[in-house]
Structures are given as C-alpha cells and as structure tokens.
C-alpha cells in the first residue's frame, strides 16, 4: 500500500488506516493496556481543554449548574425504566464483587447517568419553585464496545451530560432545542465544523427518549458522524424515578425531563474533517499550538536567534495567542517542518540570521486554497496583528472548505439506484416512509442509516425512496454511511 509524504496511509488508499495512524502518531492518543480503552496524551487532552471551556462557558451561560454524581449505578434504578436498560444492556460494564465477597446487589459502571440523576431529582424537587433545575457534569462513560475505534468509540471516554427537570413539555423541548443549538455552535464556531442539526427517527433514538436531537457532520470520507445529541425524555424517567412536583394549584405533577451530552468523540471529527495526506489540520480555535516558531541558525548566530524566537513568543503570548517555540537541538529543521504539519499547526514561523537582519520571519500556513502552505514574509514589528488576523482567516477558511466538501456530496435523491449510488460517496436527501423495517432494509443493502431529518428541511411530501409508500416526516431525511 502507497505511503504519504509522513509515513501514513493515504486517505484515498484507507481512510480508517489513515485515521489510526495520524492519532497516534500526531500523540493524540494512544491505546489502552484493556481493550478499547485509550491513553489520551497531553497533546490531544489540549484540544479536549480548549473545546471543554468553551463548552462549559456556554453551558453555565444558559443557566446551567455543574455537579458530579457517582460512577456506579445499582443495578435496579437501570431496570426501573425498561426501554433504557433494555437499550444499553449489550454495552454495560457491571461489577459484581468487591471487598472480597459478592456483593448484595451488581453495580453498574456508568454508561449514562439518567437514572442516578432521576433518583436525585426526586429527592431535589418538590414544588414548581424548584422548576427549572438545570444540572450538568463532567466525567468519564463505560460503554463495552464490540468495535472499539479510538476517540469515536471506546469503552471508557469522557464528556458532558446535562440533565434538566421542566414544569412541561414546552419548557423542556425549548431546553432541548436551545442545548442543541449550543452543540451546533461548538461543531461550527469552534472546531470549523458544519454540522447538520435535526431529529433522529424513531429507530434511531436515545433508549426511553421520546425524542431524540442530534447534529451530524460529515468526515473527508463522505461518511457522517453523530458529533452531540439532546433528548426530550418526555415524563418517562420522572414516573420511573417519581420525579414530580406541586403546582400553583396544589397538585402533584409530574416532571418533564431532558438529558444531552457531547464527548472526546469531537476530537475524532475535527480530524476526519480537516485531515489530510500530510496529518492533522487543527482549527485555530482548538490547537494547542496556534504558532510554532522554528529557529535555524548555528555556531554564534544560534543565541542571537533563538533569543529574537523566544522574544517574539513573549510577545505573541501577551497578545493571546498560543505559541510554542521548537528550538529541538537534535532534530533538523526540516524535520521539525514536517514533524508540526503531521501536528497540524495552524501557523509556522522560521527565523534565520537573514530573517533577523531584515526584520522578517517567514509565515507558512499549514493549508491554504491550493492545498498547500507557501511561505511569505512578515515583518516581527507588526507579528502579533498580523498573525491573529491570519489565525482568523485560517479558521474561517477550514470552515468554508469542510461546508463547500459538504454540499459536493450531499444530494437529493428520488429513486432507488440514485440512493444506493449517492450514499457510497456522501449524503442521500430522500423521502422516507418512517417504517423501522424499511429502515433496516436499507442498511442491509447499503450500510446507510437515517442520520437525521433537518430542521431547516422545507416541507415536502412524497413516496418512499426505498418501498414507495407514503413518506412519514413531511420532510427528507439525510441517509449516509457513518461511523
């Protein structure tokens, strides 16, 4: 098999062999000593950071509190809400000895925390006063997967989960909604991600959700991936966990309810959707380096530039940009050059003796419109303003690179062997009858799956693309291929 300029496979040759390798040898990650577990190296867990922040800022800036409730689950709060536990049976971790003897009741290892939240809820909420109450946490999930792939499914990976108890079913649909938005800001603002938000049909929803969020973005492979969801959850946990409250009137009500969360599995899709041949191509906005700046010199010039190098970080630094300065003894440059577009640095700066002299560092982008990251020349007086200004551009330009990919391989489709052609390369928009076995069908088939059916869709009627009866939703669904 053909190699890359850095030693990976080339995506058009393997693009999960591409992915695997650009991971770990970028230090994002490595595997764990279990099966399916990860290492998430300092590298990768910056990213995680600089996503989690802005997460959590706007998490608390709609209202929400953070907490954090406990890692294991008895087993029966599970099996109070049957379709829950009957839809994450298959991943569940579940300990059944501890302190040397068996234990009285197993405890589930959280793969969600519905349940424990609802138990709390109950205990929390008594009257309408008590209503909205907004929760979320941050932690780690065990989910036992069969086909672990690192970032986008491991059994052990960390995100946010909110849980939210509502007066009614308007407030809570609004809250699941407004945290959807949110998801969609963070995929597009910040990882330069443009994410399609709709909801999931009902083969595809949250186990004991009465309806399911979800925004989907579509990789370098044409395939989709499920990068945030949010779930009304009806009053189906409240009755489970007798979340209920006294309204205005003096009556006993029961809670509306909605939980939604997004994880490390963001990671894995700004790589799938900004990566290329060379290795990551990191957003601005979430690279742990914006800038690395080379020196090349040697004998008596080398102080004299690597002091000039380490001024100038001060001065990016101070104006808030994230730089790292690359002054490796034992690597040679062109190593270094090679080794950060593996990294995926937005921006990189060489200064030699001649740069020094003429006030100038050479400015290479890792990507620009042609592909390719030509040098030019700027000048170290005005470096902060110039670069900030180029760290914008770069942003926007991932950002209108990933939404122009996108809509090359989306397309409407109205017959059968026009989805099953359509979806081997990007995204189907198709009518659908809604029937899980018709569903079914097509994956059998094609390996496509109802991603979501869009918000922003327009209304339409039809027939089936795939059976020819009525189409259910009044809109077109996105059908793709997904990890």
């Not at 764990?32 to 802005?54: D, F, H, N, S």
């Not at 909205?132 to 986008?152: D, I, K, T």
């Not at 770069?394 to 099953?420: G, I, K, Y």
């Not at 979501?452 to 669904?477: D, F, H, L, Q, T």
Request: proline share 6%; net charge negative.
């Amino acid at each position: 098999m053909a190699r890359g300029e850095r030693g990976v496979t080339p995506q058009s040759e393997d693009f999960s062999s591409w992915y695997n390798e650009t991971v770990t040898r970028a230090q994002l990650v490595e595997r764990g000593p279990a099966k399916g577990t990860m290492v998430i190296r300092p590298y990768g867990y910056r990213i995680w950071e600089l996503l989690q922040a802005e997460l959590d800022r706007r998490i608390k800036d709609t209202g929400h509190e953070n907490a954090y409730f406990p890692l294991f689950i008895p087993e029966s709060y599970l099996k109070r809400e049957a379709e829950h536990v009957e839809g994450f049976a298959p991943e569940l971790a579940v300990v059944t000895h501890a302190g040397g003897k068996e234990l009285e009741e197993p405890l589930i290892v959280r793969p969600t925390s519905e349940t424990i939240v609802g138990e709390m809820m109950a205990k929390w909420i008594s009257s309408y006063r008590d209503l909205p109450l907004l929760l979320n946490q941050w932690a780690n999930v065990v989910r036992w997967e069969l086909r672990p792939r690192l970032f986008l499914r491991t059994t052990e990976f960390l995100w946010q989960e909110g849980h939210t108890a509502h007066a009614d079913a308007a407030d809570a649909l609004r809250e699941t909604l407004q945290m959807l938005e949110v998801y969609t800001e963070i995929a597009r603002d910040i990882a330069a991600i443009p994410v399609v938000p709709g909801e999931k049909t009902p083969g595809e929803r949250f186990a004991g959700a009465v309806q399911t969020f979800s925004i989907e973005g579509m990789m370098r492979d044409g395939k989709a991936l499920q990068a945030g969801t949010s779930h009304y959850l009806g009053t189906n946990f409240a009755k489970a966990f007798g979340i209920q409250y006294l309204n205005r009137a003096g009556t006993q009500e029961l809670c509306h309810t909605t939980s939604w969360g997004m994880a490390t599995r963001m990671i894995g899709a700004a790589v799938m959707a900004h990566g290329d041949d060379k290795g990551l191509v990191l957003p601005p906005r979430i690279a742990p380096y914006q800038v690395v700046i080379v020196p090349i010199a040697r004998g008596e010039a080398a102080e004299e530039v690597d002091t000039a190098a380490r001024e100038l970080a001060g001065r990016l630094k101070a104006a808030g940009i994230r730089v790292h300065v690359d002054d490796r003894p034992q690597v040679s440059p062109g190593f270094k050059f090679n080794d950060w577009e593996l990294r995926g640095a937005p921006l990189r700066l060489e200064i030699g003796p001649r740069d020094l002299a003429a006030g100038t560092a050479l400015l290479a982008r890792r990507l620009d419109a042609q592909g390719e990251g030509g040098k030019v020349a700027i000048a170290l007086d005005t470096a902060p303003q110039t670069l900030a200004a180029a760290l914008e551009e770069f942003q926007a330009f991932l950002l209108r690179r990933a939404t122009d990919f996108r809509e090359s391989r989306t397309a409407a489709v109205e017959a059968w062997p026009e989805f099953a052609q359509q979806v081997t390369v990007g995204w189907a928009s198709a009518l659908h009858c809604g029937r899980p076995e018709c569903e079914d069908e097509i994956k059998a088939e094609t390996a496509a799956t109802p991603r979501c059916i869009p918000n922003a869709a327009p209304v339409e009627s039809g027939i089936c693309v795939r059976c020819g009866a009525p189409s259910a939703y009044g809109k077109r669904v996105l059908f793709a291929r997904a990890y």
